[in-house]
């Protein structure tokens, strides 16, 4: 009897014991975690000492471990020669989201390909950390995403687009008080413009790496539309099966009872109107106001005006100008067409706001459209793509 009772009881003691040790480690590398931020050095020296422990623990502590001494390293300003444990992060992360740690192991994966000279495939990394998880990218994060991938257009001739990515950098570290931040982005971005004139760079490597760029943006938002399609596909699955169950449930209980109360409810149901779909859009009474107002006085949009649109656009799609700014550098010009598209004003209208010709805001959009998606599509195609954003 004694047996059968201590048993149970040390079962109990055992798996109490290992739930504490998680909770221990997962707060003694969170700890770390701050750490590197400050002084990666001593980082590396206490995930040093803890390699021996974490051959036992589980999978997830693992994985931040690792993530870690790739990060560590990283800080360390130790080159990366090898992206083969940050990619196995990347994966058990994917299969795993827990804490938010996936768009940091795309972001280190990045890092480790920039290194190694892979600018592609550092780029695609840098792309899904900010597109993938938007929830876990953090400001400081992004402002680092922005400034390596600053580095690698730099690396290629494309000296715009670098400094442009540095003037986000910038954005992101003013956001968050990042002093040192904000020194290094003016540094590097006063170097670029130094060497823009100084040095005429070619323009063939210089629109290769371009039109790779573009592919590369494409195929990262074509999986991650590929994903979603997947994931709504299952969901319409399963609400399938549990129509259907519903259904077939109904049928023989009426059939069992009473034929005719099953037909009138048949009828009832085909006789009740469906709801249509809703479509979230923009819309601003403010907004709707100014350029209402505008358009009846005949008045063309100030530096003012756009920035007031922009404002309150960005409270309801927050990210909408990142994820414009991440496909290529867009003018001033064709990122206010983008905002009068996200507020669905008419061609013919937009032309009145920028005092310029219908025909120039068509071929403004045909040229976006086929910029970004390597001279496919019409300018509606593009209204189509803005307001999907």
């Known amino acids: 009897m004694k047996r059968t009772v201590l048993f149970p009881l040390l079962l109990i003691i055992l798996i109490a014991s290992c739930t504490i040790r998680r909770n221990q480690y997962d707060a003694v590398l969170a700890d770390i975690d701050s750490l590197t931020e400050v002084d990666a050095d001593s980082a590396r020296k206490r995930l040093a000492a803890l390699h ?3 051959d036992g623990v589980n999978k997830g502590t693992r994985a931040y ?13 130790v080159k990366h020669t090898s992206d083969s444990l940050i990619c196995e992060v990347a994966r058990y992360y994917e299969a795993n989201r827990e804490k938010g740690h996936l768009p940091e192991a795309y972001y280190y994966v990045g890092r480790a390909n920039s290194d190694m000279q892979n600018g592609e495939k550092a780029l695609i990394y840098f792309q899904k950390a900010l597109l993938e998880d938007r929830v876990h990218v953090t400001t400081r994060l992004k402002s680092r995403i922005f400034a390596q991938m600053g580095y690698i257009y730099l690396r290629n001739g494309l000296l715009e687009d670098a400094i442009s990515m540095q003037q986000l950098a910038h954005f992101y570290c003013k956001q968050i008080g990042d002093t040192l931040g904000i020194r290094y982005c003016e540094e590097d ?11 005429p760079i070619s323009e063939y490597p210089a629109r290769e790496m ?8 494409t195929l990262i938002k074509s999986q991650m539309l590929s994903k979603e399609n997947t994931k709504l596909r299952t969901e319409n699955e399963q609400n399938k099966s549990f129509a259907w169950g519903i259904v077939l449930s109904t049928t023989v209980i009426a059939v069992l009872t009473i034929l005719l109360t099953f037909y009138f409810r048949q009828k009832k149901r085909e006789a009740a109107p469906q709801p ?20 009846h006085n005949s008045k063309v949009l ?10 309150h656009l960005l409270k309801v799609f927050p990210t909408f100008k990142d994820q414009l700014y991440s496909l290529y550098n867009f003018s001033e010009t064709e990122y206010h067409i983008c905002l009068l598209i ?10 009145k706001l920028m005092a310029t010709g219908h025909s120039a805001i068509s071929q403004s959009r045909l040229r976006m459209q086929q910029k970004v998606f390597n001279g496919e599509g019409t300018a509606k195609d593009w209204d189509k793509f803005i307001l999907s954003l």
Request: glycine share 0%.
């Open 189 to 199: 971005i006063q170097t670029i413009k130094a060497l823009n004139q100084a040095l």
């Open 302 to 311: 100030k530096t003012s005006d756009w920035k007031t649109i922009e404002t």
């Open 210 to 217: 371009m039109a790779k760029v573009q592919k590369i943006n």
């Open 52 to 54: 021996e422990e974490m």
């Open 65 to 77: 471990y690792d993530l870690l001494c790739v990060k560590a390293n990283d800080k360390a300003m």
């Open 276 to 295: 249509t779909p809703t479509v979230k859009r923009f819309y601003d009474k403010d907004i709707d106001h100014l350029l209402a107002t505008h358009l």
């Open 342 to 351: 996200k507020t669905e004003v008419s061609p013919s209208n937009m032309s």
